[in-house]
């Protein structure tokens, strides 16, 4: 395959709607009024609900429906082709749902009577690099969407994979709960998917070569360009040390559980609990079992030289310990466990003993019955027969091997050895199987 047919295959421009619908379908999108409005407020209750009772599919659905991604494409669009004043609608629109976001969720959260902050909430307060990399990639995929006349299902996953709605409903949290970290940790979040998302919007757009639609002066797109380019790298800087500091724990935490794993044993003790804290460099291990001298508590401390654990300190704490006597009385459980345990193994063999000479005895009654009704028999064995079929269901019957020294009657035999037996043992399912003795 050329090149060019590779180009091809990338090339979006005959998908592309007219450059005048394109525009109408962002103008429309940056206003909440009407259907968008009350969408709006339906999706902020949602997510706080969803928030408040930890359900992801709940704040999977407030994502989906809203409304959030309109005005922050307007206003990458509208700095792509200088349309300032599309800028200033979008962007007073975008400010009034994040106040409304903002007020709902606090008024929400402070008359909630769940107030614990659950995982999913809690993974709204930890922004880092990677959250700009979505926020990228997800307002590319948007505003590619938004341009082609096969729109699909991607505006909606762009909306979940940006994820603009829980963060603020979680900045809510932190207003109405006075929990400061939570609410930075969350708006810069927020901040960071809109930045992101509007700057692969423009990028998008200036690429795609959209038209612009409002003559602007040089010295204007310059100091729009400089704005822009200040406003992504102060959103960007934190998020980077933020992503290397991430990076650090995880590497930390990797560590931690292999030394904990592989070199924490203590004999005549059990490792009851362990505690990694990547952000203090702190690990705690707690045992149960015989009193730990403080030196072997150095010993296995020590190892700790031996993975990549700098400036890590190791706590080892006794969760309970036994002293000599309740060594004995261990012992000596353990003692009569064994034994309890062999007596049954003792008594489980000797059942299979006496199952083994009833059966001997059993064939040696029955070649005495069958000699004098069929004189053709010579010898007799009897077995308790275990079939599995294909569902591994269980089905056993008494079987019945009898050897024979007439060739010529092995069906005739068969049939009335059989009915025989079943009245023999009284019972329905029986098998007879006959050998000819030479």
Same mark, same amino acid.
């Given at each position: 395959?050329?090149?060019?047919?590779?180009?091809?295959?990338?090339?979006?421009?005959?998908?592309?709607?007219?450059?005048?619908?394109?525009?109408?379908?962002v103008?429309?999108?940056?206003?909440?009024?009407?259907?968008? !409005?009350?969408?709006?407020?339906?999706?902020?209750l949602?997510?706080?609900?969803?928030?408040?009772?930890?359900?992801?599919?709940?704040?999977?659905?407030?994502?989906?429906i809203?409304?959030?991604?309109?005005?922050i494409?307007?206003?990458?669009?509208?700095l792509?082709?200088?349309?300032?004043?599309?800028?200033?609608?979008?962007?007073?629109?975008?400010?009034?749902?994040?106040?409304?976001?903002?007020?709902?969720?606090?008024?929400?959260?402070?008359?909630t009577?769940?107030?614990?902050?659950?995982?999913? !909430?809690?993974?709204?307060t930890?922004?880092?690099?990677?959250?700009?990399?979505?926020?990228?990639?997800?307002?590319?995929?948007?505003?590619?969407?938004?341009?082609?006349?096969?729109?699909?299902?991607v505006?909606?996953?762009?909306?979940?994979?940006?994820?603009?709605?829980?963060? !603020?409903?979680?900045?809510?949290?932190?207003l109405?709960?006075?929990?400061?970290?939570?609410?930075?940790?969350?708006?810069?979040?927020?901040?960071?998917?809109?930045?992101?998302?509007?700057?692969?919007?423009?990028?998008?757009?200036?690429?795609?070569?959209?038209?612009?639609?409002?003559?602007?002066?040089e010295?204007?797109?310059?100091?729009?360009?400089?704005?822009v380019?200040?406003?992504?790298?102060?959103?960007?800087?934190?998020?980077?040390?933020?992503?290397?500091?991430?990076?650090?724990?995880?590497?930390?935490?990797?560590?931690?559980?292999?030394?904990?794993?592989?070199?924490?044993?203590?004999?005549?003790?059990?490792?009851?609990?362990?505690?990694?804290?990547?952000?203090?460099?702190?690990?705690?291990?707690?045992?149960?079992?015989?009193?730990?001298?403080?030196?072997?508590?150095?010993?296995? &401390? &020590?190892?700790?030289?031996?993975?990549?654990?700098?400036?890590?300190?190791?706590?080892?704490?006794?969760?309970?310990?036994?002293?000599?006597?309740?060594?004995q009385?261990?012992?000596m459980?353990?003692?009569?466990?064994?034994?309890?345990?062999?007596?049954?193994?003792?008594?489980?063999?000797?059942?299979?003993?006496?199952?083994?000479?009833?059966?001997?005895?059993?064939?040696?009654?029955?070649?005495?019955?069958?000699?004098?009704?069929?004189?053709?028999?010579?010898?007799?064995?009897?077995?308790?027969?275990?079939?599995?079929?294909?569902?591994?269901?269980?089905?056993?019957?008494?079987?019945?091997?009898?050897?024979t020294?007439?060739?010529?009657?092995?069906?005739?035999?068969?049939?009335?050895?059989?009915?025989?037996?079943?009245?023999?043992?009284?019972?329905?399912?029986?098998?007879?199987?006959?050998?000819?003795?030479?």
């Amino acid at each position: 395959m050329k090149f060019r047919d590779i180009a091809k295959k990338f090339n979006i421009k005959s998908e592309q709607e007219p450059h005048d619908v394109i525009h109408d379908t962002v103008e429309k999108g940056i206003y909440f009024k009407g259907t968008n !409005l009350w969408i709006l407020i339906f999706a902020i209750l949602i997510a706080c609900v969803g928030l408040n009772v930890n359900s992801t599919a709940v704040i999977i659905g407030a994502m989906l429906i809203s409304p959030l991604m309109g005005p922050i494409l307007g206003m990458g669009y509208s700095l792509a082709t200088y349309d300032f004043g599309l800028f200033r609608k979008a962007l007073t629109n975008f400010g009034f749902a994040v106040f409304a976001g903002l007020s709902a969720s606090t008024l929400y959260f402070l008359v909630t009577p769940i107030s614990e902050a659950h995982s999913e !909430l809690l993974a709204r307060t930890s922004p880092n690099i990677y959250d700009v990399i979505i926020a990228l990639v997800g307002g590319l995929a948007g505003i590619v969407a938004l341009s082609s006349k096969q729109k699909g299902n991607v505006i909606p996953g762009v909306a979940i994979a940006t994820a603009l709605m829980p963060p !603020l409903c979680t900045a809510g949290y932190g207003l109405a709960n006075g929990a400061w970290t939570y609410f930075f940790g969350a708006f810069y979040l927020f901040t960071i998917n809109t930045v992101f998302i509007g700057v692969a919007t423009l990028i998008a757009a200036r690429f795609l070569k959209y038209p612009v639609w409002h003559y602007a002066e040089e010295g204007t797109r310059k100091v729009a360009n400089r704005w822009v380019s200040v406003i992504v790298t102060v959103t960007m800087v934190p998020s980077i040390y933020f992503g290397y500091m991430l990076v650090r724990q995880e590497r930390f935490t990797q560590e931690a559980n292999a030394y904990i794993r592989n070199d924490t044993y203590i004999e005549g003790d059990y490792l009851l609990k362990s505690e990694v804290d990547p952000a203090k460099k702190t690990i705690r291990l707690i045992y149960g079992g015989r009193l730990i001298p403080e030196s072997l508590k150095e010993d296995v &401390a &020590a190892k700790i030289r031996y993975y990549r654990l700098t400036g890590a300190s190791v706590t080892i704490q006794q969760g309970f310990s036994v002293d000599d006597s309740d060594d004995q009385v261990l012992v000596m459980d353990r003692q009569q466990t064994e034994i309890s345990r062999l007596r049954q193994d003792l008594e489980k063999s000797l059942r299979m003993q006496d199952s083994l000479r009833t059966q001997q005895e059993l064939g040696r009654q029955l070649l005495n019955e069958l000699k004098p009704l069929f004189p053709e028999v010579v010898s007799c064995g009897t077995a308790e027969q275990v079939v599995f079929d294909d569902s591994l269901r269980m089905t056993s019957y008494p079987s019945l091997f009898v050897g024979t020294s007439d060739l010529g009657k092995t069906s005739e035999q068969r049939r009335r050895i059989e009915d025989w037996f079943k009245s023999r043992l009284t019972k329905d399912s029986v098998k007879v199987y006959i050998e000819p003795v030479l």
